[in-house]
């Protein structure tokens, strides 16, 4: 079946450094990609939507530019999260959409200290 | 833009019972209505989806309902299972296939006591 790939599991970065995290279609194109951001015991709240070669699209209240989105081919897509503080601390989730649905990752712990 | 509401944020049963989470929309374009599994830390599980144009659906245990006129929707379980417990999450889109965005409910804690 489809897989979305997504690196790394976790991580523990410093206050103002950044981070970058990927998510990549392993045996089909993804020509649209979710990000989610899920805090502790709550929701899957979309950040943005990416298409390949175009800008990605941001939610109301997500920062572009703290948050950059890149999704220069069909099967890579990837989340920076610039000068990241400790309220960034949060599970990253990507999403490919195909044609039957769609196919999350395996989500990115970040802790930010 | 879509507003999911899920309802109840918690449920407990016992093994065996039936577990019911219900959703309400507020698109009226949202036509795609799929159910997650999601334990922790673990990524979501799609369990059951519905389309606009039907009414019902089921899964061996699992059945989801449609309102569209009502707007909600509503998961069922029956037979509930130790291993069922988990977080679950509605959510909706709108027409236009999987290029559009999944809007999440605020999700479900069932727990299925043994």
């Given at each position: 079946g489809a897989v979305v790939s997504q690196?790394?599991?976790?991580?523990?970065?410093?206050?103002?450094t950044s981070v970058k995290i990927e998510c990549r279609s392993l045996d089909f194109q993804a020509t649209t990609m979710f990000w989610y951001r899920q805090f502790p015991k709550q929701s899957l709240m979309l950040m943005a939507t990416s298409n390949e070669g175009s800008k990605a699209t941001y939610?109301?209240?997500v920062e572009k530019d703290k948050f950059l989105i890149n999704h220069a081919s069909l099967t890579l897509s990837t989340l920076t999260v610039t000068s990241a503080h400790p309220e960034d601390s949060s599970f990253y989730i990507c999403s490919a959409s195909r044609e039957t649905g769609y196919t999350f990752g395996s989500g990115t712990r970040l802790t930010v200290v | 833009g879509e507003n999911v509401e899920q309802h109840p944020s918690t449920l407990s049963v016992q093994e065996g019972d039936s577990a019911v989470i219900k959703c309400t929309y507020s698109d009226s374009a949202s036509n795609y209505f799929p159910w997650y599994k999601q334990e922790l830390g673990k990524r979501p599980q799609l369990i059951i989806d519905i389309r606009s144009n039907v009414?019902?659906?089921?899964?061996?245990?699992?059945?989801?309902?449609?309102n569209k006129t009502a707007k909600h929707?509503?998961?069922?379980?029956?037979?509930?299972?130790?291993?069922?417990?988990a977080v679950y999450f509605c959510a909706a889109r709108r027409g236009g296939g999987a290029t559009n965005k999944l809007i999440?409910?605020?999700?479900?804690?069932?727990?299925v006591q043994p």
């Open positions: 690196h790394p599991s976790w991580v523990i970065c410093k206050s103002g939610e109301q209240g | 009414g019902e659906k089921k899964d061996q245990r699992i059945a989801v309902t449609l929707f509503s998961l069922h379980i029956t037979e509930t299972q130790p291993e069922d417990s999440f409910g605020t999700g479900t804690l069932l727990a």
